[in-house]
């Protein structure tokens, strides 16, 4: 089978979910150390928004072992994102549910969506422990786009 890259894909309008690695080394004050994973993402997400995609992101932070960790929120990623980009970026309070589902299908061609890391949620890293946890990510995105190039 043919793998596509994401000039393969026919994108505006669309909501095209992103695996990205976003899986950077924090400071003690909960600062960014490193932000070269997140640098190395830029190409990509400034293609699907120069192209009128609906961009929403997702990304795994550290080891939280399947439990809410304010520590391991991607809070700090999101401050960055809108630095770099130069746009508003705004971040779901869980990366699966309606609240998130309706949140993406509010999006508007150019806009951005940063999931609440996936690691919050045992199906991540065991998904037999949450056997319908990539199901409910799919309804997020119309497209999905693995740019996770750490992974």
């Not at 490193?34 to 293609?47: A, C, K, V």
């Not at 690691?119 to 999905?144: I, M, S, V, Y």
């Amino acid at each position: 089978m043919k793998k596509l890259s994401l000039k393969d894909l026919d994108i505006k309008n669309h909501r095209v979910l992103m695996r990205v690695d976003f899986n950077v080394p924090l400071n003690p004050d909960n600062t960014i150390a490193d932000d070269t994973r997140i640098l190395e993402t830029l190409p990509s997400i400034q293609y699907v928004l120069k192209n009128g995609g609906k961009l929403i992101l997702m990304s795994h932070l550290g080891r939280p072992n399947g439990e809410k960790k304010p520590e391991f929120s991607l809070a700090p990623i999101r401050k960055r994102l809108e630095e770099l980009l130069q746009t508003k970026v705004e971040l779901t309070s869980d990366c699966i549910g309606l609240g998130v589902q309706s949140a993406t299908k509010a999006l508007m061609p150019g806009e951005v969506l940063l999931l609440e890391n996936l690691r919050f949620h045992k199906g991540e890293e065991n998904p037999e422990e949450e056997p319908d946890f990539t199901q409910e990510l799919a309804k997020n995105g119309d497209l999905f786009v693995n740019d996770a190039f750490g992974a």
